[in-house]
């Protein structure tokens, strides 16, 4: 059995983790892979945008393969550490919009890699934790910088010294899920939906958007100067002058396939 499903369809590649069995957990062939389809769909010019989720119904992804770790040394597991957050960062700082489609159990590793897609869409089933600290643990994937980012200091730090999970209706109110389905039925159309709405827009703008969100939490640049200089490269691009000219002629744009 493929341990992690690649499609594509409409423009959206979904990279699903095939792993029921095992509630996806994420072992070193899982990162492998999904690093394997992740650049598959960033190096396909018929991709505009990627979906990640998980196969069955109870998980997302339930955390890391613990078994395969337990007896690593401390270099190994920094070894670890580093291949996942070095992942886990390609696909935060994509170009292409990265949505996280979130059915049951996002915990550990899951919560980490959804957190690091650009969008979060749950059930209400869904539930998001680090329970790292219940083996021993800190988060090894990013989780400990991510989760500041998206619901502040006080409940990070709550989150994952309780190691505690929250619900969806709690991710949502923290701002941690951006929306909130009823029905697993429901989650991957939503997800396609939002999707399809960022290709109508400047694929380079959209990417833009992303980038400079991203730069605001590095503390080793000036994000006003960065989106000054991203606003004045876009005036070049084919891109602005077809929404330009869309505005003024009162149109709909069309940004497909310009540059």
């Known amino acids: ?18 792993r029921p069995d095992k509630m996806n957990a994420l072992n070193k062939a899982v990162l492998a892979e999904l690093d394997h389809c992740f650049q598959r769909a960033l190096n396909d010019s018929e991709v505009y945008g990627v979906m990640i989720t998980g196969a069955g119904d109870r998980a997302f992804v339930a955390g890391a393969d613990i078994s395969e770790f337990s007896h690593y040394s401390a270099e190994e597991a920094r070894s670890l550490s580093a291949f996942g ?10 170009p292409k919009p990265v ?17 690091a897609c650009h969008l979060r869409i749950a059930t209400r089933a869904a539930r998001f934790g680090q329970p790292e600290v219940s083996l ?9 910088q991510r989760l500041v980012q998206l619901v502040g200091k006080a409940k990070a730090l709550e989150m994952l010294c309780t190691g505690d999970p ?6 949502h109110r923290l701002g941690l899920a951006n929306h909130v389905v009823e029905e697993q ?6 997800a396609h ?6 290709f109508l827009r400047g694929s380079q703008a959209v990417a833009g958007c992303m980038s400079l969100v991203n730069d605001f939490f590095r503390p080793d640049v000036d994000g006003y100067a960065l989106e000054t200089d991203c606003f004045g490269r876009l005036f070049e ?9 869309a505005f003024l002629e009162k149109r709909k744009p069309n940004f497909r396939h310009k540059s």
């Open 99 to 115: 949505v996280a489609a979130v059915h049951g159990f996002a915990l550990g590793g899951g919560c980490e890699l959804a957190m």
């Open 237 to 245: 691009t084919d891109e602005f002058r077809e929404g330009v000219g």
């Open 166 to 171: 929250i619900d969806a209706g709690e991710a």
């Open 136 to 144: 021993g643990l800190v988060p090894g994937y990013g989780g400990t």
């Open 193 to 198: 939906a939002i999707l399809q709405r960022m």
């Open 85 to 94: 957050q070095a992942l886990f960062r390609r696909i935060e700082e994509s």
């Open 1 to 18: 059995m493929e341990i992690v499903l690649f499609s594509k369809e409409e423009g959206i590649a979904q990279i699903t983790i095939n």
């Open 185 to 190: 039925s429901e989650l991957l159309p939503r």
